[in-house]
């Protein structure tokens, strides 16, 4: 696979690394809304609140998390596609398919002739050209920003948001008798009783509320249904954001962290865990969660390095402090391709012409000036899993100056898409 990439030149030097890994869906059933029937609230009666002494428990995090996005997206697109197992398809690979698709035994990453022959009725819908994705996207991220300006995004499908300073003006405006009738949005994971007595739930009830309010507007203004984790950190919210599947939500109380931990089947399930770290802490012989934080943290140390050693067993408990991060523009432009049907140097030279075409004119559009382009060849093998190879040289200033214009060598000026 090659992917051509420029870095604007406000933002440079931040790499996008690759999150290849998601886990699949781990349960599927009705939408929970809010509800004071489950679970069962305890009342408020005098008790004095139990407030924390700070830290990071006292954020609330949300992760929302899209539903099947490439085909949602094609779905508004033609909703003639509504209520049909719909699988969407990049080169030889069904890389997403909808609901009624998964009912029929299709999954992600499955191949096209695996798929029909799994589901003969299967509709496929050509998924390479990823601009109407890339469109509902921001579109995604800007409405979310309505309600926080702290919104991260993580991938095509994913965002964060840190909803701590709403949640404590929305919960400092409560009224005794309406914090008697606080209500939970959604399920609270491991059936945890809530009580109205502890700060740290009322926050969390409040950031349910605001959550379902976030996944209503989505609905409201693009059509978009999904998930969302409601937690007092970034690796939390996402973990428990995937529990309750397609379209719920589910909050994580401080007491239930680590039962949605140790549920976890491999340490590689876990966020922030990639598949070299994963390697090398099999060859140590940790494959569990409790392997992981029961592990030596001095030969753990002294094996992958103090940062990365104490980072990993402080997500193993359930700990991360990592902030949400507004994501702002790009960092970085970047366009791909498998390169599967290149048999020929022209071939190959070709395809990097059409990707640079497409790279150049989201550059336009953006409107900042890049400085470096970056050329990456990874190269797959089963024995590597996937080499990775990069050169990058700084652009000419003579090329920079003809990016307003679209006025490129051996071309014309070219359409710009917006996104």
């Given amino acids: ?36 029937d489950a679970p069962v609230l305890e009342e408020p009666g005098g008790v004095p609140w139990l ?14 998390d899209l539903d099947c996005f490439y085909a949602q997206v094609e779905m508004i697109s033609n909703p003639e596609l509504k209520g049909k197992p719909l699988g969407v398809q990049q080169k030889y690979l069904v890389v997403t398919c909808n609901y009624e698709a998964r009912k029929l035994g299709i999954k992600k990453l499955m191949t096209v002739r695996d798929a029909k022959e799994k589901c003969p009725q299967l509709v496929l819908v050509n ?13 995604v991220t800007e409405l979310l920003e309505e309600f926080s300006p702290v919104v991260e995004r993580l991938g095509f499908d994913e965002n964060f948001v840190d909803l701590t300073e709403m949640v404590e003006k929305r919960r400092q405006q409560l009224q005794s ?8 949005c959604g399920h609270v994971y491991n059936d945890q009783y809530v009580n109205l007595h502890d700060i740290l739930h009322v926050r969390l009830l409040v950031g349910s509320q605001i959550a379902a309010e976030m996944r209503e507007a989505m609905y409201n203004q693009l059509g978009l249904t999904g998930c969302a984790g409601v937690a007092s950190n970034k690796l939390l919210a996402k973990l428990v954001s995937g529990v ?79 902030p949400v991060t507004p994501s702002g523009p790009p960092q970085s432009f970047s366009e791909e391709d498998s390169f599967k049907k290149c048999s020929s140097e022209v071939e190959a030279k070709n395809k990097i012409e059409e990707l640079l075409a497409s790279l150049l004119n989201r550059v336009c559009q953006d409107g900042r000036k890049p400085h470096t382009i970056r050329l990456i060849i990874r190269r797959y093998s089963p024995e590597n899993h996937c080499s990775r190879e990069s050169r990058q040289c700084p652009i000419p200033s003579h090329v920079i100056q003809k990016l307003g214009t679209g006025h490129f060598p051996g071309g014309t000026k070219q359409k710009i898409k917006v996104h």
């Fill in 51 to 64: 407030v924390p002494e700070g830290g990071s428990s006292s954020r609330v995090i949300v992760h929302v």
């Fill in 127 to 139: 998924g390479e050209d990823l601009t109407r994705y890339r469109e509902m996207s921001y579109k």
């Fill in 1 to 36: 696979m090659e992917k051509l990439g420029v870095e604007p030149e406000e933002e440079a030097g931040r790499d996008e690394e690759e999150d290849a890994a998601k886990a699949m869906d781990r349960a599927e059933a009705g939408e929970a809304g809010c509800s004071r």
């Fill in 244 to 322: 309750f599947k397609p379209n719920q939500q589910t909050v994580l109380l401080p007491e239930s962290s680590q039962v949605l931990i140790q549920s976890l089947n491999h340490v590689k399930e876990m966020p922030g865990i990639g598949y070299k770290t994963t390697k090398r802490l099999e060859a140590l012989g940790i494959r569990s969660v409790h392997d992981l934080q029961t592990f030596s943290s001095k030969i753990l140390e002294k094996e992958l390095g103090i940062s990365v050693a104490q980072r990993i067993q402080k997500l193993s408990f359930g700990e991360d402090n990592s």
């Fill in 177 to 184: 008798d309406q914090l008697s009738a606080l209500t939970v």
